[in-house]
Structure formats: C-alpha cells, structure tokens
C-alpha cells in the first residue's frame, strides 16, 4: 500500500515561531488531507489539499502532486496550536466516494507560552 | 453546523464481550468512514460505505462488521473483544471527498 511520511516526529516551538511540517507519500494521490488532532482527541480538517495551494488564517498548505510531498505552514505559532499534525493520503473514486485514508504517523507539535 | 455524531463517547467492555458503536453523518453526507486509533498511534482505516453500499475494506479484523441504514447511520459491531481492541473509534463522512470526523469512541476492554 501507499506509504506516507511525515517529518518533523516531534517539534517544540515558542509562542510566535512559525513552522514547516512536511509530507511525502510513495505513490499518485488524488486526495491528500492534513489533519490537527488536539489534546482531546478530536481530529479537525485543515485542508483537503490534492495539488496547489491553500490558506486559511494562520495556516496554509502546498502540495506538488509530481514530486510527491506536501507542506503545511503554521505562522505566528499559538498555544492552542499544540496538538499532532496528520497529513493523510487516498484515492478519489469515479463514480462518487472515496477510498479510506493512509495516515501518516503525524507531527507533535508542542508550543510553549 | 451539524457535525459527525458519535455514542457512545465512553464504553468499557469485558474481554469476548460484543460491542455497537453508533455513528451519524452529516446531513446530506454521501460517505461514511470507520477508523481505528489505538494509543499514540496514527489512524488506521476500517470500512467505509458509499450510499449505504459498502465501498472500501480497510485492515478490519473479521471479528468486526458494519453496516450503514436507510436513514444513513452507520453502527460498528464487534464482537469477542480482546485487549487490544482498546482503542478510540472514529466516524467520518464527506459529501465531496473532504473528511469530517466526529469526536470518537474510546472503547476500553478489561
């Protein structure tokens, strides 16, 4: 199957850094999402992010579908930002649906006030 | 918004015990999605459904099965549950390919 990896494991940051996580899978993707799981357990959709680039606040996302990797931007880095980052990959099905996701084993982030 | 509706949040289980897991979609969500998530570890993918057929297999064990109804609700059933099926039980659904999960299962067997 697809593998999917994920770097930094592990990044500690002060409050106000920016950061860079990064995503590359071995295989065509035509559906790559990033995912911020917080403290409590509760996975939050960032981007649906198969090619090009995307911003929303704070954060904003690149993928290159050729070379196979994406990248996630944090600016301006908030407490409330800690968590585990998940970048995961899938295939779109003709037709309508879509396969399951392979999931990264995600970024922890943690940012120190 | 509406989101993904997850229950039980909490469920404790004795070992070869059976358990249902209930999830219901986003209103007007075409797809829905199982996952498994046991500690620290990254999600791994169980079953999904496309308009109440099922539409992908993931790494479900044959101990579980799943099910999604006309009213478009999905139930997980698993049954003689093992110490290692302790683990936080996600749903999602998508309408277009974007995931929504609900806030999950945590299922512990003792």
């Known amino acids: 199957g697809i593998q999917v990896e994920q770097s930094p494991p592990d990044l500690i940051l002060q409050e106000g850094a920016n950061s860079t996580l990064r995503c590359n899978f071995s295989?065509?993707?035509?559906?790559l999402q990033w995912f911020h799981q917080n403290p409590w357990g509760q996975l939050i959709n960032l981007f649906y992010?198969?090619?090009g680039t995307k911003q929303n606040g704070r954060l904003s996302a690149t993928t290159v579908a050729t070379e196979r990797y994406s990248l996630l931007y944090i600016s301006s880095s908030q407490t409330t930002d800690s968590g585990v980052y998940f970048c995961?990959?899938?295939?779109?099905?003709?037709?309508?649906?879509?396969?399951?996701?392979?999931f990264g084993k995600g970024t922890h982030l943690i940012i120190q006030p | 918004a509406a989101g993904v509706i997850q229950s039980p949040r909490h469920l404790i289980k004795e070992k070869r015990e059976t358990a249902t897991l209930k999830c219901y979609p986003i209103?007007?969500?075409?797809?829905v999605y199982w996952y498994q998530q046991g500690p620290g570890q990254d999600p791994q993918f169980l079953i999904s459904?496309?308009?109440?057929?099922?539409?992908d297999k993931g790494s479900i064990p044959d101990r579980f099965s799943a099910q999604q109804f006309s009213d478009y609700h999905s139930e997980l059933n698993m049954s003689s549950l093992e110490l290692g099926d302790s683990a936080l039980y996600f749903c999602?659904?998508?309408?277009?390919?974007?995931?929504?999960f609900g806030q999950g299962t945590r299922l512990t067997v003792v």
């Open positions: 999602a659904s998508s309408s277009t390919v974007k995931a929504f």
């Open positions: 295989d065509s993707v035509n559906n």
């Open positions: 992010i198969p090619s």
């Open positions: 995961a990959v899938g295939v779109r099905v003709s037709g309508g649906g879509a396969d399951g996701l392979t």
């Open positions: 209103p007007r969500h075409d797809t």
């Open positions: 459904f496309y308009e109440k057929m099922q539409s």
